[in-house]
Every structure is written in C-alpha cells, then in structure tokens.
C-alpha cells in the first residue's frame, strides 16, 4: 500500500472523525466494564455481608448471584452494542473515506 | 487466613480453571488409578476421530499455501469463528475444574467463572479489529509491523514458542492422567494417541482442520454439559430455590454456600488476578491467531461477540452442574472409596462433572461426556501445536532466516517439520513430566503471555512512540522475569527443587513481571534517541492509518 494513499487518508477530516468517535466510544465501554467489575470484585473483598444479603426476604437470590448474572448478561449486551455500531455507522464512514482517498489517488 | 495460605490457595484456583487441565495434572491427578475399559467412552471418541479424519482429508486438497495452512485463507465465518474461539478457551479443565470448583466453593467458583469471562469485551473494545487490520499470520507480524523484523520477530516467536510448550507439555501430562480415568488405556498409549493425532489435523489439514476439530468440539462440550445440567436441574423441578435450600442443608458451607467465602478476599491479589487472567488470554499465540482466519475486521468483532456469548453461556451451565451436584453425586455413596459419603471422591475432585453426567444419565451419558473432554484435549493441542509452528516456519524461518526469499512451498514443507517436531517434544516431555506436579508450567505460560506478549502488542498498536530496541528491552525482561519469578515461587523453588522455602511468595508472575515490562518498553523508547528509532516513530502514522480503516491489510484468499 502506497504512503500517499496513507496521507490522503490522514488528511481526511472523517477520517479524525471516525477515529475520535470509535476511540471514545470504545473507551466509554471500557471503563463501564472495568469499573463495574472491579467495584463488583472490591465489594466482594470488603462487603462480603452486603454480597451475600438476599435479595427478597424468604429467597436464596443473593445480591451476589444477581450482579454477577447481571454482568454476564450487560458485558455480553456491551459487546453487541459495540459490534452492531462498530459493523454499521463506523464501516460505512470507513467505506467512504476509504473510497474517498482511493479517487484522489487516481 | 495468612496472605500465604491465600495465595496458594488463589494460585491453586488459578492453576485449576486458567489452566487447561493443570488441575489434573497437578496434586487431584496423583489419586488417578487406571479404570476399567470404558467402552461407551471409547466408542463415541472413535466417531469423532474418524468425523475429524474425514473433514483433514477435505481440508488437506485446500492447504495449498501457507495463507491455507495459517489461517485457513481467511475464509472462517465470524460464528464458526465464534464456536473455534470458544472452543480454544473453554478446556477440559473448564468442564471438570470449574464444576469441581462449584460443588467444593459455591457461589466463589460462580464470581471466578465471571472474571474468566470479563477480559473478553475488553479484548474486542481495545484489540480486535485492530489485530485483524495489522497482522496476517501470527501476533508476531504486528509488533514487527514498523520495527526491525529480525530483532522483534526473534524476540516474540521465542516467547510464542514458550508459551506453547509449557501450555502443550501440561495438556499432555492432563491428557495423559484423564485418559487412564475415563477410557482405561494406559498412560503412554494415551500421549502416543494425542501426539499422534494432533500431527495428523495439523501436518494435513492446516488452520482448516484445526478450526473443524475445534467446532465440532465445541458443539459437543455444550450439547453434553447442558444436557447434563438439564437433566440435573429437572430433579429439582428446575427450581433454584429448591435446589439451594437443599444444597445449603447438605453441604458443608451451610449458609455460607451462597456467601463470598475467602477465594477473592485480599484485595490487591483479587484484582490481580482479574487483570494476569484478562491479560494472559490476550496475550496466548494460539488464540490471537485465530483473529487472522476471518476475512476483515468486521468478522473479528463478530467472532468475539459469538465466543463471548457461547463463554457466558457455559459458565452458567456449568454453576446449575455444580450446584446439582452437590446434591446428586455428594449424597450417593456408590461415587465415594469405600462408599462414604463425604470422604474422598473416586477419581479426585475432578471427576465430579464425570460423576454427575454417570447419576443422570447413566453409562451412555457419561461416555460421551468423557469423549468431549478427550476431544476437547486433542482439539487444544492442535491448535497451540499450530501456533508453534507458525511462530517456527513464518517467524523465524521464513522472516528472520530467510529473510522472505524462502518460496511458500518451502515454507509450507518447514511448517510440517515444526508441526512434527513438537509433537514428537510434545510426547516426550509428557512422558518425563509423568510423574511431577507440572501445575507451575501453566503460571509460566500465562504469565509469560502476560508479561512478554501481550506489553509488546498493545504498546505498538497503541504507542508511537514504541521503538525496536523498547520492544525488545521490554519482550525480554518480561519473558526473563515472568519465567524467574515461577523458578523461585514455591511450585518450583520448592516442589520440584526440594528447598524449604519459597523466595518470591506468589505462584502467578503476571502482576509483578507486567509492570515491569511496561516499563522496560516505555524507558528504553523514550530514551532511544538512535536514527532507526525516529523512523521507526514517523512509521507510525501509516501503521495508525491500517489499524484503524483496514486499508492494506491482508484479505482473504479466494476459494
């Protein structure tokens, strides 16, 4: 692949736009994986009372079992969410200033 | 509970679920007697190497190059991808470790099986696509992408290599002990079969092989494991509450069945221990390189997002198993020596998921779960066998020796040599292996994925700044340091070498190598003040520009 088509590429306003948007977007998730699992983990480590109080009166649903089917469930949904904005929106702007930087090379 | 007991304790628990069969391998195999022939068992592991010979014969006429043989050209589908993802990363010790771990820990077991799960949306959020985007065939193609080739590749295919003979030489041994167990056969007999075997997807069929086995495996790991946690959780009206108030009168834990106990109690090794897992997975050759077998980054993400699913999935199948068990198996006397409930269990700990499948199913059931688990074996070690090769033949071969004159055919005939080379060392080691607790080769190859690979990977997809002489201070002082420190913990220092004491008190390496090799690479870069590093800084923008949109990045072949 030739620089220059790199350089047209770069000197795209859409592509920094693409860039900047995937980038907090993905970062945004990140951090709600990470903090809600390690919260979850501290919890573990310094609430192990809150961690196991249950969740209805007369019921074995701890707090516990629920955030952690909870998180199975969410970081699964984020990863979807991830996947469909990421194969939608983000690869047809990528499609376009591919096709973009492609012309003005010819 | 001292640190000391906790860590060892955390280490075991490490070594039992990271650890694809180190459990076995480790102080629950030593109670492995040979059994009787199991002949359901051994019937249905016969359809299955007979279904995997035929699909090698069809993968063998479409590994023609070596874009075939690596990555089966590309040409995986995001779901097959999926199942072969899932497949790498669920092992026989998933299955029989995780529900030991239930029946034994209750509602711990289920918050570990949750930090197993959770370094997947954070390898598809940071790493996924951009793998795909930058690298071909192996993980080593990316940290080299701007860097010198000679230098970098040596450096990650040496720690690749390592990775997977420690990880290979552990399945072996587990192998090895789980196959006198389930079938009967004799311990060499069972290396020879894997060792064999595993020559014969690779050698013939390639990625292509590779990946079917994997599915296939996949597909029978979760048909038997809910099957037998259906079965299971129907005898309680598929009530939890029922299932619990029973286990709690039962077990034990008592209450304490569904309350934290100590597993995750320090903090500091808690969340170390979620970040040397997450880190460690991202860093294994023989997983990254399953990323190139898809046709663009839009089918890598999609991969993950199966994988992720299947993963959740089968954790919590495995909790119903766990908790069904306690129950099913800890109450019947017929899976106890000397029919005493509660005292040892036949077979070790890890034949509850065994035991289970025999109660609710009977013979038939519990032969095809013991055929999945070899299955799950044999379809590991082809795919960490693979990734030796790759990093032999396409590393160091084809880029650091030959400098990219070797012909695809040479190298395609070199890839097989390495195949059966490390079959052969796979085989022998496990053979000399027989008798040692091997549990610290499994802290060895996670922590050196964690402290050599995965660094070096992230810092030059994301970091400009990265130079080779950074790489390099950084792949190697992480490898050097990640294998030092197992060599002093008690697993080696002590138990193989004989000394009284430990002098690095942890058995997992990954939380104090990692830093390290972070700041190794991030010193040494900013230091480097050498021509070759400022080039090596202004390559960056066109790396940024690939990873980023794809452009220029290795499509798939035509088929």
Redesign the interface.
């Given at each position: 692949m030739s620089s220059s088509m790199y350089a047209h590429i770069r000197s795209n306003p859409r592509f920094a736009e693409l860039v900047a948007r995937r980038t907090r977007f993905a970062v945004t998730l990140s951090a709600i994986v990470l903090v809600i699992f390690y919260g979850f983990v501290m919890m573990v480590a310094f609430a192990p009372d809150l961690v196991a109080t249950r969740l209805f009166e007369g019921s074995n649903l701890t707090v516990g079992i629920a955030l952690g089917l909870l998180q199975f469930v969410l970081f699964w949904v984020l990863t979807l969410i991830y996947v469909r904005r990421a194969n939608g929106e983000f690869d047809d702007l990528n499609k376009e200033i591919v096709n973009a930087a492609w012309r003005s090379e010819q | 509970m001292t640190i000391r007991a906790l860590s060892t304790r955390l280490a075991a628990a490490l070594a039992l679920a990271a650890a694809p069969l180190a459990a076995l391998a480790g102080p629950a195999v030593e109670a492995t007697t040979k059994q009787p022939l199991n002949l359901h068992a051994i019937g249905m592991f016969f359809v299955f190497v007979l279904l995997t010979l035929g699909i090698t014969y069809w993968a063998a006429s479409r590994t023609k190059s070596t874009a075939d043989f690596y990555t089966a050209g590309g040409g995986i589908t995001g779901f097959q991808n999926g199942l072969a993802i899932a497949g790498d990363y669920m092992s026989a010790a998933t299955l029989l470790g995780l529900t030991a771990m239930m029946y034994m820990q209750g509602?711990d077991a289920?918050?570990y099986m949750?930090?197993f799960?959770?370094g997947?949306?954070?390898i598809?959020?940071?790493m996924a696509?951009r793998l795909r985007n930058l690298g071909k065939f192996t993980f080593a193609d990316i940290t080299s992408y701007r860097l010198n080739q000679g230098k970098v590749r040596t450096m990650a295919a040496v720690s690749s290599l390592v990775v997977v003979c420690f990880y290979l030489v552990a399945q072996m041994v587990g192998a090895g002990q789980l196959i006198k167990l389930l079938f009967g056969l004799d311990y060499t007999v069972a290396l020879f079969v894997v060792g064999a075997l595993m020559m014969v997807y690779v050698t013939f069929g390639g990625m292509v092989a590779t990946t079917w086995v994997q599915i296939i495996k996949a597909c029978m790991l979760l048909i038997g494991g809910t099957t037998v946690a259906v079965l299971g959780f129907s005898q309680f009206g598929f009530s939890?509450?029922e299932l619990?108030?029973r286990a709690?009168e039962i077990h034990r834990l008592g209450v304490?069945l569904?309350?934290?106990g100590s597993l995750?109690?320090?903090?500091v090794t808690?969340?170390s221990l979620?970040l040397g897992l997450m880190f460690g997975t991202a860093g294994l050759p023989h997983i990254l390189m399953r990323f190139f077998t898809v046709t663009d980054?839009?089918e890598a993400?999609?991969s993950?997002?199966f994988a992720?699913?299947i993963v959740?999935y089968f954790?919590?199948v495995i909790a119903i198993m766990g908790l069904c068990a306690i129950l099913i198996v800890g109450t019947n006397p017929q899976f106890f020596e000397g029919g005493e409930v509660g005292g040892k269990v036949i077979g070790g700990g890890n034949m509850i998921a065994m035991h289970l499948a025999q109660a609710v199913g009977g013979n038939l059931l519990l032969g095809f779960l013991s055929a999945v688990a070899f299955a799950t074996i044999l379809a590991v070690v082809a795919g960490l066998a693979l990734a030796g090769a790759s990093a032999i033949s396409h590393d160091i071969y084809s880029r650091v020796i030959m400098k990219g004159t070797a012909s695809e055919k040479t190298e395609l005939r070199v890839s097989k040599f390495a195949t059966i080379g490390l079959g052969v060392v796979a085989v022998l080691l496990g053979m000399a292996f027989e008798k040692m607790n091997i549990a610290f080769m499994v802290a060895l190859a996670f922590g050196v994925a964690a402290s050599a690979n995965f660094p070096v990977l992230i810092l030059s997809m994301y970091w400009k700044d990265l130079t080779t002489r950074g790489a390099l201070a950084g792949g190697y002082f992480g490898l050097f340091s990640a294998v030092a420190l197992v060599v002093l913990s008690k697993s080696v220092w002590v138990d193989v070498l004989g000394n009284a004491a430990p002098i690095f008190p942890y058995t997992q390496p990954a939380l104090f190598s990692m830093p390290l090799a972070f700041l190794a690479a991030i010193l040494v870069s900013l230091l480097d003040k050498s021509a070759e590093a400022q080039r090596e800084r202004q390559a960056f923008?066109?790396q940024y520009?690939?990873a980023?949109?794809?452009?220029?990045a290795a499509s798939a072949a035509a088929h």
């Open positions: - | 509602v289920y918050i949750l930090s799960f959770v997947w949306p954070i598809l959020f940071l696509e939890f509450e619990t108030n709690m304490n569904l309350a934290p995750l109690a320090d903090p808690a969340i979620g980054a839009k993400r999609k993950v997002l992720s699913g959740a954790f919590n923008g066109d520009v690939r980023q949109t794809g452009v220029g």
